[in-house]
């Protein structure tokens, strides 16, 4: 590669020649002294060097810097080998010390020297002028390594073209047809070993997001049917197998084929793509009739084929063992590959043989469990010695290990999952075992965590990188934690809750990342200015907390988790459990004026924060310059989602002030007012669900399914609190009976507010008043009505006014101020208000 740069010259043309005399002195500026060319003004100034032998993941990582400046500045950058010569200023030498000889020979001419701080994965970048030349060293000890360091070289080429630091390679960047970067000298290592994704698919979204495994490769449609050990068959063509197959051949083949390339590419990403099975399922119906000699007796399991129940292998059986691990081999012989399995323990999908050997869920059984587990470890290590495994649903109900004595024995390395939270939702505490994460981390285990998920909150999940930045940096910065190995990022990559996979990515890396100027500098390059960025960012965050609040204990207004305040331990928060009919009758079950009350204030307190979030959204949405039409419609998408959540919060204080009046005061009226007033709010929520561009696919429903399940169960929601019976509110505690109740004027309010020609005041009373008078005063204190001898009944009272002074003239535009004053024997109440008149 040391070709000298003026053979460049050669042959040329005198006004190119003059063209490159004006660059030299051009570049003598000392503006580019110290800046390395890679495009200037469309002409290629940099090749890109592999070794000869280059593996596959380097050949990749070497593409995608190709593909990134194509992508930055319309050039094509040349990729050559060490024994080809370049002819460019800049030469950008990528590798591993052993596999590209231009590094060892740099090495050797003591123009570099790998740091000796670089772990495996690590990598370092480092320009060197040569004088002739200047090469920019991307160097790791591994491939792996090598594709990580090419990421930091073209966040250092998106730095340097929009002044933005830190970013993430996927940044929108304006095409500019000269890329300079200055001298490079950078080493960077990963913070946590195990970087994992279970749902993501595409292979270059998981490189790009420096993503090491991929946990949820096969079939996954968490029934246990298609998706077991009991019809992983399908992954072989073995004639041994072939009457236990239930699909036709060609279908087969075309699966195994499709994964045996998908699994290749997730290689040459330096990502383990790993097999997801249940253990054990379903057996395919082939085998449940061929076959009877390895099964157990029927269990009962609702989702099963038949929908009823199916016959489960039997643990017990040597026959089964045998079949398990031929089956093993076989699967490791087709997917050369693949790099570990998934093996998963879950739910019913799981069910155990309930046979006498067996004995379903005992001690005994998960023995047996645990016997089936080692049947296939064992047999694929046999095959390939460094196979990989990851085990989900350990130490659940259903895959015991109290004392770790199972643990102990499986190959060191294996990776142990839990779920951030009860069940996925956005809390700062994952509430983790932190004494099991070290005990499996000092038998030489990976424990991760799987980060809240968004699909539990789906369709309406922002963002929760700020519940995740604070949760992961407490575990980092925790000395007792000394098992943690990493966290998954799952769930959407569309809409702007893919800035959270943003911060999931970057914080794997680089504890210390500054994750609030990643979330700005890609909000800035998508909405074109900070102020819009910093609105959009905050609403989110507002967003988060006030869901992140809400789910904490629903309000009150739920029982959801097991009984009212419990939060949602238990059950997934995804939003179609919150409304529809089902939802609200449980609301109105609340059984005790304290909880009514309790559901009242918090309702009160998620409301404030979230109509900001929801008035910034709209004014960054008024502010912003989307760069296409995609940032356009997420932003468009987060306007209505902020609305959506404070619509149904106004929607859910209504049915709890409707609760509380049951028991507070003995009248329908305002008990009806409330229920219809929630009814109206649900109403509104609809047309803003149909507004909404893309719903995250939630287990893969459609934009269409989603959109039309939530319209109809809002609906439903709607038709049910209208045919509701307001007096079973009334009813709801007979034996609630005030001792004294103070005499008080609440909930005061003018309908319109600003009116036209009229308006109606509306007032709670607590007890029948003997007078209620509404006294109307100019801005500037000049009394210019009163209204006398007005409704003055104990609960909900209103009042019609036409808007005219005493004189009976119309009222002039402006604000004025009505003071509404109560009096009972010799109590009197009063509260003053404001009214605004637009003819
Ligand atoms: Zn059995």
Redesign the pocket.
Known sequence: MHTNSLVRNSGIGSNLYVIIVFCLIFLSNDVYADEIPIVISNTSQATIQIGANASNQEHFAATEIQTFIQKVTGTHLKILTNQQSTETPTVIVLGTPTTNPTIRSLQSAGDFKISDELDEEGYQLKSIDLGTEVVIVIVSPTSRGVIYGVYGFIEACITALTGLHPVHPDIHVQLDDTLRIPFLDEISNPFYPVRAVLEIDDPNWLARHRVNMSGGEGVWTGTGIEDGFGTAFKYVDTPEFSTLQDEPRDQRLERITSLQNRFKELKSRGIDAYLFMYLTGEPTEALIKTRPDL???EVLYGASRNEVSYR??????PEFHTLARKLTKEILKTYPSLAGFHLRSWGHETR????????DRTPQ?QA?LWDVYFTIIKAAREERPNFKFYLSGYDSSWLQDPDGRYARQLPKGTIFSQKWGADGEPVVDPNISIPQMNALGEMGHQYIVLSHDVEEVMPFWMIESDLFVQGVRKLANTPEVNGLSGFTIQGATQGLGYLDRLVSAGLNWNIQLDSQQLLENELMARYGNKEAADLILSALRINSWTLSSYFSDYAYSLTIGGSYGSGSAGLATRFWNLIGPKAIENTLLIPELKIAQTAVNRFTSLLAPQLRAANEMLAAKEIASPVDLEALQDLMDAVYLMRIWELLFQSRQKLVEAIALGYEYNTGSAINAKLSSAGEFSKSIQPLIKQIHEFVPLFGYSHQTNEFELVKTLQNEVEWLNSYDYRTLQQHDESFSPEKTEFLIREVHNYPNPLKRETTFTYILSLEADEVEITIYTASGRRIQILNEISAKEGYNEEEWDAQDAEGNPLANGVYFYKIRAMLEDEVVESIHKLAVIR
């Open positions: 099964l157990g007796p489960p292998f039997c643990w017990s059986k155990a043989c309930n046979c006498p050997d067996c004995g059984g047996k």
